[in-house]
Antibody, heavy 116, light 108 residues
Framework: EVQLVESGGGLVQPGGSLRLSCAAS????????MSWVRQAPGKGLEWVAT????????YYVDSVKGRFTISRDNAKNSLYLQMNSLRAEDTAVYSC?????????WGQGTLVTVSS | EIVMTQSPATLSVSPGERATLSCRAS??????LAWYQQKPGQAPRLLIY???TRATGIPARFSGSGSGTEFTLTISSLQSEDFAVYYC??????????FGQGTKLEIK
């Protein structure tokens, strides 16, 4: 069974940093593009970042470019999102998802709250 | 940026009836469109990709149609487990992609 389990969320002050992790199991992680998608409280879905199988290509939504970094460790079947210079508008549930364009498996997400 | 608009925002339908959800793109996205279902507190579930291809394990009562700028998700006979929020997503000329604001399908 495919499983994606996020961790690392929490409360952080504006300007702070967090590193999210996503542990993948039940499939050959190194064979898939992987993405992060977020959902602000009571709002819709927003794509954040995507990384190619070998990490050689990375893409970001404009609002996080220069602040967020997506990475992966195929040996550990793990996906990461380093978030720096966090803003109130980054408050959301962050989910990892399998796939680059359409995404066929999603984790439950981890809540990031940016507030003083 | 391609803006996706879903209608209606809320749709009330009785179990056993047909539900038709619409999604419009601000410019052509060809057939590069997906549909997701999300229940409260749960992760989104992929239903349709390529505008009309059902994802693995999705029941045949779910069907997608359309191309260009107009798309439809049809649920032929609503079951109790189908009441949820539905999102469309375009991935034409990705990145970026974009989602619609969602349609809440509720029990009438």
């Amino acid at each position: 069974e495919v499983q994606l389990v996020e961790s690392g969320g929490g409360l952080v002050q504006p300007g702070g940093s967090l590193r999210l992790s996503c542990a993948a199991s039940g499939f050959t992680f190194s064979s898939y593009w992987m993405s992060w998608v977020r959902q602000a409280p009571g709002k819709g879905l927003e794509w954040v970042a995507t990384i190619k199988q070998d990490g050689s290509e990375k893409y970001y939504v404009d609002s996080v470019k220069g602040r967020f970094t997506i990475s992966r460790d195929n040996a550990k079947n793990s996906l990461y999102l380093q978030m720096n210079s966090l803003r109130a508008e980054d408050t959301a549930v962050y989910s990892c998802a399998r796939g680059g364009t359409w995404r066929d498996k999603w984790g439950q997400g981890t809540l990031v709250t940016v507030s003083s | 940026e391609i803006v996706m608009t879903q209608s209606p925002a809320t749709l009330s339908v009785s179990p056993g009836e047909r539900a038709t959800l619409s999604c419009r793109a601000s410019q052509s996205v060809s057939s590069n469109l997906a549909w997701y279902q999300q229940k409260p507190g749960q992760a989104p579930r992929l239903l349709i990709y390529g505008a009309s291809t059902r994802a693995t394990g999705i029941p045949a009562r779910f069907s997608g149609s359309g191309s260009g700028t107009e798309f439809t998700l049809t649920i032929s006979s609503l079951q109790s487990e189908d009441f949820a929020v539905y999102y469309c997503q375009q991935y034409n000329n990705w990145p970026p992609d974009s989602f619609g604001q969602g349609t809440k399908l509720e029990i009438k």
